[in-house]
Nanobody, 128 residues
Framework: QVQLVESGGGLVQAGGSLRVSCTLSGRTSSTYAMGWFRQAPGKEREFVAAISGSGGRLYYADSVKGRFTISRDNAKNTVYLQMNSLKPEDTAVYYC?????????????????????WGQGTQVTVSS
C-alpha cells in the first residue's frame, strides 16, 4: 500500500522561500511519477509540478515556472518542491500525488485524475 506524507509547509512573507517534501512508503519510489497539486479556498485543485520516476522529466504549471523547482531523491523515497519568490496567490494546501510509471504511461502528468495516491496536504501561506 502506497502512502504519501507531506511536510514543510508554513507561513512565509511574500518574496520568501519554502520547501515542501513528500515521502513515499510502501513501494520503490523510482517506479512512481510524483506530482504536486494545490488547492486554495474556494478554488479548484490545480497542477503545480511533476517529475518522472527517474527524475529525467520535469513538468511545471506556467504560474510557477522559474520560481518553483521539483526534484527527487529516490534513495530517500522523497520528492521536494522548492518554492522561491513566493506570492500571496501561492497560498494553498499543497498535495503530493503518485502514480506508478507503468499506469501513467501515455497519460498526462498534469491531470490529477491520473494519480492514484494522494497525501494529506500541507498548508502554505504567503503573507503580503
Amino acid at each position: 500500500q502506497v502512502q504519501l506524507v507531506e511536510s514543510g509547509g508554513g507561513l512565509v512573507q511574500a518574496g520568501g522561500s519554502l520547501r515542501v517534501s513528500c515521502t513515499l512508503s510502501g513501494r520503490t519510489s523510482s517506479t512512481y511519477a510524483m506530482g504536486w497539486f494545490r488547492q486554495a479556498p474556494g478554488k479548484e485543485r490545480e497542477f503545480v509540478a511533476a517529475i518522472s520516476g527517474s527524475g529525467g522529466r520535469l513538468y511545471y504549471a506556467d504560474s510557477v515556472k522559474g520560481r518553483f523547482t521539483i526534484s527527487r531523491d529516490n534513495a530517500k523515497n522523497t520528492v521536494y518542491l522548492q518554492m522561491n519568490s513566493l506570492k500571496p496567490e501561492d497560498t494553498a494546501v499543497y498535495y503530493c500525488a503518485a502514480q506508478s510509471m507503468s499506469s501513467l504511461s501515455g497519460g498526462s502528468y498534469y491531470r490529477g485524475s491520473n494519480y492514484a495516491y494522494w497525501g494529506q496536504g500541507t498548508q502554505v501561506t504567503v503573507s503580503s
